[in-house]
């Protein structure tokens, strides 16, 4: 995977988080009965995975990753677009740093999961898991926003803007 790629990933879901934006607090919060139950708890988490796996296992630059269910409660959508936003500098220094060596196995323990015993995954493994865990989540919230009477953007890759992406 290269730059550009994730450049398309971050244009999709910048779509996504101004739609999200303006939600009221109570519809980014509202629970559902599948998922991560509120939109608000799925973004946490979405951007949640690329911090575990690409800024604590890989990166080895945080050893608690995750926010507790009470911190997530208290988050509003700027802080949000703020862990989405050191999620994209794990995934540019994942990109730089692993160049050379991106299909080599890392192994270890999980830093944010006590007695998760050794795992083995290689960087390129763990970032195509951190996009794909993010597209499956962002289609569960395009569910909660229709249950909750919006139209979601189009976030489709192939639907984006004619014009290159930010570098």
Same mark, same amino acid.
């Given at each position: 995977?290269?730059?550009?790629?994730?450049?398309?990933?971050?244009?999709?879901?910048?779509?996504?988080?101004?739609?999200?934006?303006?939600?009221?607090?109570?519809?980014?919060?509202?629970?559902?009965?599948?998922?991560?139950? /509120?939109?608000?708890?799925?973004?946490?988490?979405? /951007?949640?995975?690329?911090?575990?796996?690409?800024?604590?296992?890989?990166? /080895?630059?945080?050893? /608690? %990753?995750?926010?507790?269910?009470?911190?997530?409660?208290?988050?509003?959508?700027?802080?949000?677009?703020?862990?989405?936003?050191?999620?994209?500098?794990?995934?540019?220094?994942?990109?730089?740093?692993?160049?050379?060596?991106?299909?080599?196995?890392?192994?270890?323990?999980?830093?944010?999961?006590?007695?998760?015993?050794?795992?083995?995954?290689? %960087?390129?493994?763990?970032?195509?898991?951190?996009?794909?865990?993010?597209?499956?989540?962002?289609?569960?919230?395009?569910?909660?926003?229709?249950?909750?009477?919006?139209? %979601?953007?189009?976030?489709?890759?192939?639907?984006? %803007?004619?014009?290159?992406?930010?570098?």
């Amino acid at each position: 995977m290269e730059k550009l790629e994730y450049e398309w990933v971050k244009q999709a879901r910048q779509t996504f988080l101004e739609q999200c934006r303006e939600l009221s607090e109570g519809d980014l919060a509202k629970e559902f009965a599948f998922g991560f139950q /509120s939109i608000r708890d799925s973004l946490v988490h979405m /951007s949640g995975c690329y911090h575990a796996w690409l800024g604590s296992f890989v990166l /080895s630059e945080t050893s /608690s %990753p995750l926010f507790t269910k009470e911190v997530i409660n208290t988050m509003q959508i700027d802080d949000i677009q703020h862990y989405f936003q050191q999620a994209d500098r794990y995934v540019e220094k994942v990109l730089k740093q692993f160049t050379d060596k991106f299909d080599e196995s890392i192994e270890k323990e999980l830093a944010w999961r006590a007695n998760s015993g050794l795992v083995r995954k290689t %960087p390129c493994q763990l970032l195509v898991h951190s996009i794909t865990h993010e597209s499956h989540h962002k289609g569960q919230i395009v569910v909660m926003l229709r249950l909750l009477g919006h139209t %979601p953007k189009n976030t489709d890759i192939l639907g984006l %803007p004619e014009k290159e992406p930010s570098k």
